[in-house]
């Protein structure tokens, strides 16, 4: 059975850092483009970054872009997203998702491209 759990969420003040990790079992991440949404209150869950199991490409929505870092460690079997100068607007619940690796590599992918998800951990940037 396939799972993606997510962990390192957490509240902390705006300009801290969080490292978010996206470890799988019952399948290999190495084979898998990994995506992180984030779903606000109130919003549509939109894909900030992937990673592609090909080549290390990476792509980030513009609202991370520069603040927000994604890699992957296939030995561990995780994906993770370092977060940082953190702002209120970053506020969400964090998922990962994996679509598959055969499929080219692109940013930006909707919630209905991916095949598994992580049930998710909650990010609060808040003074």
């Known amino acids: 059975q396939v799972h993606l759990v997510e962990s390192g969420g957490g509240l902390v003040q705006p300009g801290s850092s969080l490292r978010l990790s996206c470890a799988g079992s019952?399948?290999?991440?190495?084979?898998?483009?990994v995506g992180w949404f984030r779903q606000a209150p109130g919003k549509e869950r939109e894909e900030i970054s992937s990673?592609?199991?090909?080549?290390?490409?990476?792509h980030y929505a513009d609202s991370v872009k520069g603040r927000f870092t994604i890699s992957r460690d296939n030995a561990k079997n995780t994906v993770s997203l370092v977060m940082n100068s953190l702002k209120p607007e970053d506020t969400a619940v964090y998922y990962c998702a994996a679509i598959s690796g055969y499929l080219p590599f692109r940013g930006g992918r909707g919630v209905d491209e991916y095949n598994y998800w992580g049930q998710g951990t909650q990010v609060t940037v808040s003074s």
């Open positions: 990673i592609s199991n090909k080549y290390g490409g990476t």
């Open positions: 019952g399948l290999s991440l190495a084979d898998y483009s």
